[in-house]
């Protein structure tokens, strides 16, 4: 049976940064694999090294600044799908006093 685990992340950072955070190999090296594998483009598979594992990618979805899907995989977890989605703030609703 599938199992679905949902997490909302907010972040002091414009949607573009954090989209290019996930997408762009040199902005995730910075943070999360030791290097990849291969361009993160959509329907290409990419691997992941990781000190002690490799894990890899096969991107569906790219949305520029707005969604980044992908499926993965690892020895220990046979398959996996992940969402990642922003939407950029509300705008503000006119007549409203904005804080100082």
């Known amino acids: 049976m599938p199992r679905t685990v949902r997490m909302v992340r ?3 950072a414009p ?3 954090i989209y290019r955070s996930w997408t762009v ?3 995730l090296v910075r943070w999360f694999p030791q290097r990849i594998e291969g361009s993160l ?3 290409t598979r990419s691997i992941l090294v990781f000190p002690d594992q490799r894990v890899w990618w096969d991107v569906s979805v790219l949305e520029s600044d707005r ?3 992908f499926h993965s995989a690892t ?3 046979p398959s996996s799908h992940a969402v990642l989605a922003g939407k950029p703030p ?3 609703t006119p007549g409203a006093r904005t804080p100082p």
């Open 67 to 69: 969604r980044f899907e």
């Open 41 to 43: 483009a959509v329907g």
């Open 75 to 77: 020895a220990e977890r």
């Open 90 to 92: 509300p705008a503000p």
């Open 15 to 17: 949607p573009s940064r």
């Open 25 to 27: 190999p040199e902005e």
């Open 10 to 12: 907010r972040f002091d």
